[in-house]
């Protein structure tokens, strides 16, 4: 029978690191670059730009690396699920090799920064592998790892692993790592102040002037003036080249409970299939590793992410030895955003600008990728030799014809949002009706109101309307969030921006009486 375990509604990283504080900035400020965001992307741009010699002043709506970095399964390889075979086919050999390339080196930078920097992040050196239980998806295996090898990596087909079920193939590829994230990036924020670079939480930027120089506002009425600005906020909070066509979030889940140490895998694991699984480990204590599973995609707002969670635990303590008998267990969730043709977006925010840089669309692989971004940022706004996957990696490339329909989905998708939940919504009728802890839309004098019930029975409504471009939000049952389906903002029950690309909250409606 399983045992009875405490849940920590938390992300692991975020729990056993500690806090921050960094001041928002009390006058005007000016700088050499203005680096909007405090995850691994703006991050390691800014350590990146300061060691360079510039004077750089981040930028943090919330706390640093408590966004999204805060909330990865953080791990750190060049293998992107089923990715080689494909790349190959659209960009030829060479774009495929400048894709390992970039990641590979972006996996051996971070390992270099620990020991350089004497960060201890709990880096571990291993393999990474994508696996499938599917017999008939072998052959698909095995291009994938020849595209891998093509590529550069030390990539290799194999029919056995360390996992507790019989797989029918796997690609392996050795050298790549898995770490704490917060550890590493806390320390990189501390590197970054002690080498003269400043960094403001709680600083939300609402406003960007795009000139010779860059004028930014923020929330608390202040101007940052800076030669180059970086938007480094996962989702760009400003997008003149209308990125958002391109971008499509997502969501998944993540449980993780300590384990006797011989039941955990030392490698790492991903399967496209069952809604994504993804497996590794991490060190907790004397004879126990963290067992990390992840999985349940899904579009932000797509509801039951309780009865996801649900399965996705039924999942790890059907095939995880210990994961049933674990007396406590973290769980939390992870956004993405995947873009259209499957790479990055780095470099020049639009055509028209030298001076406003983006980095976005990591479609799942943050840490590789953010490193990645830093690296590239760098070599654009220092100057110095540009590494040669610049162009593949450049916001301003053109969609390929292929790229098309998949930019028809997203679209799609967006205006099923934008007019369906209009026009078809299944929201409830009257306030009556949402219980104790949950939320729902609900039209109140003629508005669509996001009302939310608190366990005591007060209640709370706030416009339904995303503050980015007016999509209906939707209400996470899990974590008690509202969502925007249409480009993953997120809102607490007050209305607080969580999550962009909005930059503003959901206006107050008040307390509705029921």
């Known amino acids: 029978m399983a045992a009875e375990r405490r849940t920590v509604d938390e992300s692991y990283w975020m729990a056993t690191a500690p806090g921050t504080r960094c001041p928002p900035p009390d006058s005007d400020l000016t700088a050499d670059v203005a680096v909007i965001g405090g995850g691994i992307a703006g991050l390691c741009t800014a350590w990146e730009l300061v060691r360079a010699g510039l004077d750089v002043v981040l930028l943090e709506a919330d706390r640093i690396a408590a966004g999204v970095s805060g909330y990865t399964t953080a791990k750190l390889t060049a293998l992107h699920g089923l990715v080689y075979a494909r790349l190959e086919a659209r960009y030829g050999p060479d774009g495929a090799a400048l894709y390992a390339l970039s990641q590979q080196d972006a996996v051996e930078r971070t390992a270099a920064l620990c020991d350089e920097l004497d960060i201890d992040a709990d880096l571990e050196r291993t393999a990474a592998c994508t696996y499938l239980e599917d017999p008939r998806r072998t052959e698909e295996l095995r291009a994938e790892a020849e595209a891998a090898r093509r590529a550069g990596l030390d990539a290799s087909f194999v029919t056995g692993t360390e996992l507790p079920f019989p797989v029918a193939g796997a690609v392996r590829v050795?050298?790549?790592?898995?770490?704490?994230?917060?550890?590493?990036?806390?320390?990189?924020?501390?590197?970054?102040?002690?080498?003269?670079?400043?960094?403001?939480?709680?600083?939300?930027?609402?406003?960007?002037?795009?000139?010779?120089?860059?004028?930014?506002?923020?929330?608390?009425?202040?101007?940052?003036?800076?030669?180059?600005?970086?938007?480094?906020?996962?989702?760009?909070?400003?997008?003149?080249t209308l990125l958002f066509t391109r971008l499509k979030p997502r969501r998944e889940l993540v449980i993780a409970a300590p384990v006797p140490s011989g039941a955990a895998p030392t490698g790492m694991y991903l399967s496209p299939e069952d809604g994504v699984r993804s497996v590794r480990s991490a060190p907790y204590d004397d004879g126990r590793r963290l067992l990390i599973v992840t999985g349940e995609t899904f579009e932000p707002g797509a509801g039951d992410v309780r009865e996801r969670f649900a399965r996705l635990d039924g999942w790890a303590r059907e095939r995880m030895p210990g994961f049933a008998e674990a007396e406590r267990a973290y769980r939390w969730s992870a956004q993405d955003n995947d873009s259209s043709d499957h790479l990055p977006y780095v470099g020049h925010a639009h055509p028209g600008t030298q001076h406003v840089y983006v980095a976005t669309g990591f479609g799942g692989w943050g840490m590789s990728n953010g490193v990645m971004s830093g690296r590239l940022l760098a070599a654009h706004i220092a100057g110095g030799p540009r590494p040669a996957w610049t162009d593949l990696y450049d916001p301003r490339r053109l969609p390929?014809?292929?790229?098309?329909?998949?930019?028809?989905?997203?679209?799609?998708?967006?205006?099923r949002h934008f007019l369906g939940d209009r026009l078809h919504t299944g929201h409830v009728d009257s306030v009556d009706e949402i219980p104790p802890g949950s939320g729902a839309v609900v039209r109140l004098e003629g508005k669509r109101c996001a009302v939310y019930r608190d366990e005591s029975g007060e209640?709370?409504?706030?416009?339904?309307?995303?503050?980015?471009?007016?999509?209906?939000?939707?209400?996470?049952?899990?974590?008690?969030?509202?969502?925007?389906?249409c480009h993953g903002s997120r809102f607490g029950t007050d209305g607080t921006v969580l999550h962009g690309p909005a930059t503003r909250p959901l206006e107050p409606r008040g307390r509705p009486a029921g």
């Open 174 to 240: 050795e050298g790549q790592f898995q770490f704490h994230p917060r550890k590493f990036l806390l320390a990189l924020a501390e590197r970054i102040t002690a080498a003269g670079g400043r960094v403001h939480e709680r600083t939300r930027v609402t406003g960007l002037h795009d000139g010779v120089r860059c004028r930014l506002s923020t929330e608390g009425g202040l101007t940052v003036e800076a030669r180059d600005t970086v938007v480094a906020t996962h989702y760009p909070v400003f997008d003149r």
């Open 400 to 415: 390929q014809v292929r790229e098309t329909a998949e930019l028809a989905r997203f679209q799609s998708a967006v205006a």
């Open 459 to 485: 209640t709370s409504a706030v416009s339904a309307r995303c503050t980015h471009l007016g999509c209906l939000v939707h209400f996470n049952d899990a974590e008690k969030v509202w969502e925007c389906p």
